[in-house]
């Protein structure tokens, strides 16, 4: 499941220099975020992260880890996971839109799913040698407490398999 790649056309040519938590922005808007997955066993703290932005704000992809990334990131490019790393890539986004999608705002509360036509929360869980991607029993939200230069937001998510909760504050790196 690649839901980067197919909002990716938006944002091609950009690219950038990771490892970018960032400097704190607004108040509360640090990263502040903390994985588990029941499947796995893992529980982590994500320490480092970068944003991207999909069709002038109408989506965003965020990758935190609990690793610095070594490489170039952009639109086309996952960040490479090294043993014993773990990657949340959490995507603001909407499934099957018809028509243009308007931009994510200040304030809105976006539901964790998979419904079509409306912006959705989606956590995919990436380490060296799986992806937990799967979303059943999926629950939460996102609300957006800041968008700009950076993506501010605080994340209740929970499904079977795996939880993020916490707070997003990340400079978005990437626009397209």
């Not at 490479?80 to 995507?91: E, T, Y």
């Amino acid at each position: 499941m690649n839901l980067l790649r197919a909002l990716a056309p938006a944002a091609a040519a950009a690219l950038i220099l990771s490892g970018c938590s960032g400097p704190a922005g607004p108040a509360g808007c640090e990263l502040d975020l903390e994985l588990s997955n029941a499947e796995s066993g893992v529980s982590t703290t994500l320490t480092e992260a970068v944003a991207i932005s999909v069709a002038d704000g109408a989506g965003y992809t965020v990758f935190a880890s609990d690793f610095p990334f070594g490489e170039e990131v952009s639109a086309f490019f996952d960040p490479d996971v090294p043993d014993g790393g773990n990657l949340a890539w959490i995507s603001l986004t909407v499934f099957n839109a018809e028509g243009d999608v308007p931009p994510i705002e200040e304030g809105q509360v976006i539901p964790a799913g998979t419904q079509s036509g409306e912006h959705v929360l989606v956590v995919v869980h990436a380490a060296a040698d799986a992806e937990y991607g799967q979303n059943a029993g999926v629950t939460g939200q996102a609300t957006v407490t800041g968008v700009g230069d950076r993506l501010c937001a605080e994340i209740e998510y929970e499904d079977d398999q795996k939880s993020l909760t916490g707070t997003i504050g990340v400079d978005v790196a990437v626009r397209g």
